[in-house]
């Protein structure tokens, strides 16, 4: 699975766009990008994945830039209920399972 | 829908007992799997089940065992537990989209098991 590469920490104001960077440089064609958060004391959540196109829910947006080798996790307007571990994930399925690694990920304080 | 159950939410052991993590899934899926958190630190995949009847070693295997009981239920066993299995476990579930397709089903997690080995 290709690494992947995150801040460690990083501030937002309530009521803002919160823009998360994530570098996977080494990443494979056939490998997507997943985005998960953990708040505290909670499993992961799953936010949002995909291949090469942008994708967009009711949660977040993922901007994947046309080479592939970084992508940008956005809250569109971050609440205070959004502060969060935020991990990117770079993985291909499999017939062994989906199974995903997780790195360090992005602790995310959203500020009133 | 209650989507992945883990019981017991918190125990503590001491140095050499045993126990028995339990983790149901009501979703239908057919891929279960077990990580460990250290504290400050992200999770670690410890076993997966692919499908009814397999598993398979993640990245920290040692000191435990897992029994993929039925479709719902994948269960994680400390035989003889260590301090440094003191960690919140955690189980997840996926869906598998048929063979031969690239299988990129999401992971739901459970909400953990906290496990304290004095």
């Known amino acids: 699975d290709a690494k992947t590469t995150q801040p460690p920490s990083m501030d937002c104001a309530e009521g803002r766009a919160a823009n998360l960077p994530c570098n996977h440089s080494?990443?494979?064609?056939?490998?997507?990008v997943y985005w998960y958060r953990q708040i505290h004391s909670q499993g992961p959540q799953y936010i949002i994945h995909?291949?090469?196109n942008n994708e967009t829910n009711e949660m977040a947006s993922l901007i994947i830039t046309e080479d592939r080798k970084s992508s940008t996790l956005i809250l569109p307007h971050a609440t205070l209920r959004d502060t969060a571990v935020y991990y990117c994930i770079v993985r291909v399925g499999g017939a062994a399972g989906n199974k995903l690694t997780f790195g360090g990920g992005t602790r995310v304080l959203v500020k009133p | 829908n209650a989507g992945v159950t883990q019981t017991p939410k918190f125990q503590v052991l001491k140095t050499g007992q045993s126990m028995t993590l339990q983790c149901a899934q009501d979703m239908n899926h057919n891929s279960m799997y077990w990580y460990r958190q250290d504290p400050g630190m992200g999770l670690r995949l410890i076993y997966y089940s692919a499908s009814e009847g397999t598993t398979d070693k993640g990245e920290v295997p040692n000191g435990y065992n897992v029994s993929r009981l039925n479709k719902r239920e994948f269960s994680l066993r400390l035989e003889s537990a260590a301090p440094s299995q003191t960690s919140v476990y955690f189980c997840?579930?996926?869906?598998?989209?048929?063979?031969?397709?690239?299988?990129?089903?999401?992971?739901?997690f459970g909400n953990g098991t906290r496990l304290t080995v004095t």
């Open positions: 995909g291949l090469k």
């Open positions: 080494t990443i494979s064609g056939n490998e997507y």
């Open positions: 997840a579930s996926s869906a598998r989209t048929g063979r031969g397709a690239s299988y990129n089903s999401p992971l739901h």
